[in-house]
C-alpha cells in the first residue's frame, strides 16, 4: 500500500508546464483568436456606428458581388499585386547577379542599394509625391530632356497602379536581391567549371545552371513580395488616397473607407473576412506550385 499511494499522487499531480503555458495562451486567445471570433460576430450583423446592431446572416456577404466598388478594387489588388511580385523579382535578381561579381566599392554600392527598404513608407511617400508632379516633379523634367512629354503619373487613373508599382519595385527589389544573394553564395563553383570546360556562354550557365539553383530563392522571394503587396496599404494612401476617384483602391483602402469613413463595421468585417480568405487561397496555390517543382532534387543535385 505504502509504494501505490505515492504512484497515485503522482498520476493525479497536475503538469508542471502549465504555469509556463498558460500566459502565452492567454496571449494567443487574446491578440489572434478572439479578435476574429468578434469580426466573424460582426461579419453577420448590420452595425453601423452609433446604431445598433441587426443580425442579417450572410446578407453582408452576398453584397459583395453586387457591389461594383468591391469588384473594382479586387482587380486593382490583384493588378497591383502581380506586377509588385513580378518586376522586384526580376530587377532584384538582375542586382544579385551584378553585386555577386568582384570589383572595388561593391560593399560600399551594396550598402547605398539597400537604404530604400529601410526608409519608413510615409517618407517614400511624400518624396515620390513631389517626384510625380505633373508641373514640378524631376520626373517629368527628366522626360523632357529626351523629348518625352510630361505624364500625369499618380494623377491620372491609366498610369496610377503602374506609377504605385514603380514606388514598390524601387522599394522593395534590395530585399529580393539580399534573398538572392544568399542563393549565388550557396552555389558551388564546380557547375560553373565544367560548363566553362564544355564551352558555355554567360546566358547559358545563368539559364541551365544559375537560374535552376536559385529557384527556390526566388519563391521564397515571391511569397514575401505575395503577402507584403496584397496588404499594401501605407504608400497608396499616402500618395493618392485610392484616387483619382477610385483609380488605386485597392481592397485595404476600401475596408478602411467603408469601416472608417462610412462607420459600416458589419459590411467591413465582412469584406476583411474575404481579404483574408484571398490571401490563403494565394498562398496555398504558391504552396502547392512549390510542392509540385521537386526542388530537393534539384538542391541534392547542387
Same mark, same amino acid.
Given at each position: 500500500?505504502?509504494?501505490?499511494?505515492?504512484?497515485?499522487?503522482?498520476?493525479?499531480?497536475?503538469?508542471?508546464?502549465?504555469?509556463?503555458?498558460?500566459?502565452?495562451?492567454?496571449?494567443?486567445? &487574446?491578440?489572434?483568436?478572439?479578435?476574429?471570433? @468578434?469580426?466573424?460576430?460582426?461579419?453577420?450583423?448590420e452595425w453601423k456606428?452609433?446604431?445598433?446592431?441587426?443580425?442579417? $446572416?450572410?446578407?453582408?456577404?452576398?453584397?459583395?458581388?453586387?457591389?461594383?466598388?468591391?469588384?473594382?478594387?479586387?482587380?486593382? =489588388? !490583384?493588378?497591383?499585386?502581380? /506586377?509588385?511580385?513580378?518586376?522586384?523579382?526580376?530587377?532584384? =535578381?538582375? &542586382? %544579385?547577379?551584378?553585386?555577386?561579381?568582384?570589383?572595388?566599392?561593391?560593399?560600399?554600392?551594396?550598402?547605398?542599394?539597400?537604404?530604400?527598404?529601410?526608409?519608413?513608407?510615409?517618407?517614400?511617400?511624400?518624396?515620390?509625391?513631389?517626384? @510625380?508632379?505633373?508641373?514640378?516633379?524631376?520626373?517629368?523634367? !527628366?522626360?523632357?530632356?529626351?523629348?518625352?512629354?510630361?505624364?500625369?503619373?499618380?494623377?491620372?487613373?491609366? =498610369?496610377?497602379?503602374?506609377?504605385?508599382? /514603380?514606388?514598390? =519595385?524601387?522599394?522593395?527589389?534590395?530585399?529580393?536581391?539580399?534573398?538572392?544573394?544568399? $542563393? /549565388?553564395?550557396?552555389?558551388?563553383?564546380?557547375p560553373y567549371e565544367?560548363? !566553362?570546360?564544355?564551352?558555355?556562354?554567360?546566358?547559358?550557365? @545563368?539559364?541551365?545552371?544559375?537560374?535552376?539553383?536559385?529557384?527556390?530563392?526566388?519563391?521564397? &522571394? %515571391?511569397?514575401?513580395? /505575395?503577402?507584403?503587396?496584397?496588404?499594401?496599404?501605407?504608400?497608396?494612401?499616402?500618395?493618392?488616397?485610392?484616387?483619382? $476617384?477610385? &483609380?488605386?483602391?485597392?481592397?485595404?483602402?476600401?475596408?478602411?473607407?467603408?469601416?472608417?469613413?462610412?462607420?459600416?463595421?458589419?459590411?467591413?468585417?465582412?469584406?476583411?473576412?474575404?481579404?483574408?480568405?484571398?490571401?490563403?487561397?494565394?498562398?496555398?496555390?504558391?504552396?502547392?506550385?512549390?510542392?509540385?517543382?521537386?526542388?530537393?532534387?534539384?538542391?541534392?543535385?547542387?
Open positions: 500500500m505504502s509504494i501505490e499511494a505515492p504512484a497515485q499522487q503522482a498520476e493525479l499531480r497536475p503538469p508542471s508546464y502549465w504555469p509556463f503555458v498558460l500566459p502565452a495562451l492567454i496571449v494567443v486567445l &487574446a491578440v489572434i483568436i478572439f479578435p476574429w471570433v @468578434f469580426t466573424i460576430w460582426m461579419s453577420m450583423n456606428v452609433g446604431a445598433p446592431t441587426t443580425f442579417v $446572416g450572410l446578407a453582408n456577404f452576398v453584397r459583395m458581388p453586387n457591389d461594383p466598388r468591391f469588384i473594382e478594387a479586387v482587380g486593382h =489588388t !490583384l493588378a497591383y499585386t502581380a /506586377l509588385s511580385v513580378i518586376l522586384p523579382l526580376i530587377f532584384g =535578381t538582375f &542586382a %544579385a547577379i551584378v553585386f555577386h561579381q568582384k570589383f572595388p566599392g561593391r560593399g560600399v554600392l551594396r550598402g547605398i542599394f539597400i537604404m530604400p527598404m529601410m526608409a519608413t513608407p510615409v517618407a517614400i511617400a511624400l518624396v515620390w509625391t513631389m517626384i @510625380f508632379n505633373p508641373q514640378l516633379g524631376v520626373l517629368n523634367y !527628366l522626360l523632357s530632356l529626351i523629348g518625352i512629354p510630361p505624364q500625369l503619373w499618380v494623377f491620372h487613373p491609366a =498610369t496610377v497602379i503602374p506609377s504605385l508599382v /514603380l514606388v514598390e =519595385t524601387w522599394q522593395w527589389t534590395p530585399l529580393v536581391m539580399l534573398i538572392v544573394l544568399g $542563393g /549565388l553564395a550557396a552555389i558551388p563553383s564546380e565544367s560548363a !566553362l570546360i564544355d564551352g558555355a556562354n554567360f546566358w547559358q550557365m @545563368f539559364r541551365y545552371i544559375t537560374l535552376p539553383l536559385i529557384t527556390p530563392f526566388l519563391f521564397i &522571394a %515571391a511569397m514575401i513580395r /505575395l503577402i507584403d503587396a496584397l496588404k499594401s496599404f501605407d504608400i497608396i494612401f499616402a500618395i493618392t488616397q485610392g484616387g483619382p $476617384g477610385s &483609380a488605386s483602391e485597392t481592397i485595404n483602402l476600401y475596408l478602411y473607407s467603408v469601416a472608417f469613413v462610412y462607420y459600416d463595421i458589419g459590411y467591413g468585417s465582412a469584406i476583411a473576412l474575404v481579404f483574408f480568405v484571398l490571401i490563403i487561397m494565394l498562398a496555398a496555390v504558391m504552396l502547392y506550385a512549390r510542392q509540385r517543382m521537386h526542388w530537393n532534387e534539384i538542391g541534392g543535385g547542387a
